[in-house]
């Protein structure tokens, strides 16, 4: 929730992060030429991840050639990794582009990579407003990080 009624016009989160002097810091675990792989810090699932292009569009219509490959690239790739990973039961992967379609940032594209196991979803989130994660976003990171490290484009 305090992501949600924050004061979010300020700064564009995907075009900053990139720009941290340390990528842990903003939870980055990979740099492609002209996109990124990131651990959303306000995560659905261990392991929620989102694909964003460096350049600041709004939606996938606009993304160049270079762009739209490598993020599908990366999409693949991370798809594999968290599956190995984390051997979930699914996945939840797409765009949000829109206010009305849920995209709580939606001036900066980000596709999403949600992982899913059977029973997930449960009373918590409905009736006490908290999301029960098993590892702590740092552990996702420190476990993620040197995999992503051997990406190749």
């Known amino acids: 929730m305090d992501y949600i009624v924050s004061d979010k016009s300020k700064e ?13 810091i903003k939870k980055i675990l990979f740099r492609g030429p002209n996109s990124y792989v990131i651990l959303n810090i306000f995560p659905y699932a261990n392991g929620h991840l989102m694909i964003c292009p460096y350049r600041h569009v709004g939606c996938i219509t606009l993304l ?7 993020m599908s690239v990366l999409t693949k790739q991370s798809l594999g990794i968290l599956r190995q990973e984390y051997r979930p039961d699914g996945f939840n992967t797409g765009y949000n582009i829109g206010k009305s379609a849920g995209a709580g940032f939606e001036e900066h594209l980000h596709g999403h990579i949600v992982p899913r196991w059977n029973g997930d979803t449960n009373f918590m989130p409905v009736l006490a407003e908290t999301k029960v994660h098993p590892e702590h976003i740092e552990a996702t990171y420190n476990r993620l990080a040197p995999i992503f490290r051997n990406i190749t484009l």
């Open 12 to 24: 564009c989160v995907f075009c900053t992060a990139p720009k941290a002097e340390s990528d842990s």
């Open 64 to 70: 160049n050639d270079e762009e739209s490959h490598e």
